[in-house]
């Protein structure tokens, strides 16, 4: 008989959902805490009193004391980055040793990913992170081949083979490619001592997890990036390099499926996404997309955006355009570091719909719905959200799997009623306005997946329950 129970917390659109704040009304029920993909290209912020932690690497649970991390087999692990984590929870007084533990298989991020990702990640406004060329060297396995993919536990069993391969590695791109302003001794020495600083926590028994979930320890799965960024799934090249779908949670998360429970699906009632690629219900389309890309994103950061124009006179346009940039500004849709822009889109329900069922979504919750107020400053009749798509005047329910097909698809917009009061300081769901409530049941029914909780605000308070 089965003892304990796994759950796994995905994005259901473009990342930046806010998956953090839901999890953390979760995790008191379990006591691990796993990342099955990605690596330092994830990241938020987690505060707890006035300790602000920004986690990449590190999972979730950090705060709760007990709590055990895990980064599974399905990540990449960037040593050097890692380390400077450790030193800032550490320096807030935080415990990690002991309780922390990394898969012997996850790729290490070499110094050559870097490089290679600063130049040839451009192409698709990557985060610079080596995510994409560390797995693309995971995956070419070949013995002969010039760059070669390393696994923490190789690199720690066979230190001295593995160091002169990530020197080789580096040589061939300065060779291959012509950088020659890199100082390979200082890369590979830094490195070297990184992995060998966190060497402590390397997790040599595959079996680890699977035997503590076995004996009754409840696991908690977080999802990094979102299912429209899945690399198979996802619009490529407009992707992560890994699976960012629920099921890869047993994959990258090195458990065995027998244990799932449920599934936590993450959205926003307003989207927004980074980089290029189709996004469907943007406001502003293509336009949209292009400003958002000027001079890699840098052209119109947050405080450029402020000193052209007042959000408000911005919403009171005919043109979409213009409302995506008004809805960007006020309700904050910048790069958390770089602040850049996010493209922003209207609620896209045929999406979500498709990603629900996809991923098996047993709860859904929606964040920032508090936003949709500021449709009331717009010239629109209603709050728009895309309940349909067209392709070639056909109707359509699905998202197309070619990219190409799926930035010809025109979105069907339905007007719901304006939300006329500030629902940000409701703290029951029966008592918040009835347009709201009408549009969480139509969603629910829309998506087929019970709506579970609604964010109203930034703060952990302004998080709703629905009545079960
Ligand atoms: P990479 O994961 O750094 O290779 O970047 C590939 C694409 O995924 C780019 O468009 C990134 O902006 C996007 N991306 C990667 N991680 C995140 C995330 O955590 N949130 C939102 N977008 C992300």
Redesign the pocket.
């Known amino acids: 008989m089965i003892k304990a129970k796994s759950t796994v917390l995905i994005g259901l659109q473009?990342?930046?959902e806010g998956k953090a704040r839901v999890m953390d009304t979760m995790l008191k029920d379990y006591q691990i805490v796993a990342r099955f993909n990605?690596g330092a290209?994830?990241?938020h912020t987690l505060q707890v009193g006035n300790i602000n932690i920004a986690l990449h690497q590190v999972p979730s649970g950090i705060f709760y004391k007990d709590m055990m991390l895990y980064i599974g087999s399905g990540c990449v692990v960037n040593p050097k980055k890692l380390l400077e984590e450790i030193k800032e929870i550490k320096s807030n007084g935080v415990k990690i040793d002991g309780r922390f533990f990394i898969s012997g298989y996850v790729t290490l991020i070499q110094p050559h990913h870097l490089l290679f990702?600063e130049i040839y990640?451009k192409d698709?406004?990557?985060?610079?992170?080596g995510?994409?060329p560390a797995y693309a060297d995971r995956a070419m396995r070949a013995k002969r081949s010039e760059i070669k993919n390393i696994r923490f536990a190789d690199y720690i069993y066979n230190n001295k083979k593995f160091k002169k391969m990530v020197r080789d590695n580096l040589a061939h791109m300065e060779e291959k490619h012509g950088m020659t302003e890199v100082d390979i001794d200082k890369q590979v020495d830094e490195f070297d001592k990184s992995v060998m600083l966190i060497k402590k926590y390397l997790c040599k028994d595959p079996l680890m997890i699977e035997s503590l979930v076995e004996k009754g320890k409840n696991i908690f799965f977080e999802g990094?990036?979102?299912v429209m960024?899945d690399v198979v799934t996802g619009a490529t090249p407009?992707?992560?390099?890994s699976r960012t779908i629920a099921a890869a949670a047993y994959t990258g998360g090195d458990l065995s499926n027998r244990y799932h429970y449920k599934t936590i699906g993450v959205a926003k009632a307003i989207m927004s996404?980074?980089?290029?690629?189709p996004f469907i219900s943007e406001l502003g389309g293509e336009k949209s997309e292009n400003y958002c890309a000027e001079e890699g994103g840098f052209a119109h950061i947050k405080e450029k955006e402020y000193a052209d124009a007042k959000p408000e006179d911005l919403l009171a346009s005919k043109e979409f355009f213009d409302i995506g940039k008004g809805l960007r500004m006020l309700t904050g849709e910048y790069g958390a570091t770089t602040k850049r822009p996010r493209r922003i889109g209207m609620l896209d329900l045929v999406m979500l719909r498709q990603n629900c069922k996809l991923n098996g979504v047993d709860e859904l919750y929606i964040n920032k719905l508090d936003c949709l107020v500021q449709f009331n400053k717009t010239r629109l009749p209603g709050i728009p959200i895309v309940v349909g798509y067209k392709l070639d005047g056909r109707k359509i329910d699905y998202m197309p799997t070619s990219v190409d097909e799926a930035r010809e698809v025109k979105p069907i917009i339905k007007y719901f009623p304006l939300i006329k009061e500030d629902i940000s300081l409701f703290k029951e769901y029966d008592k918040l306005p009835a347009e709201v409530k009408g549009l969480v049941e139509f969603i629910e029914k829309f998506v087929e997946a019970k709506v579970c909780g609604i964010g109203v605000g930034p703060e952990r308070e302004q998080f709703i329950l629905l009545p079960a």
Do not use: E
């Open positions: 473009y990342g930046d990605g290209n994830a990241g990702d990640g698709i406004g990557s985060t610079k992170n995510i994409g990094a990036q979102s960024l407009f992707v992560t390099s996404r980074v980089g290029n690629g």
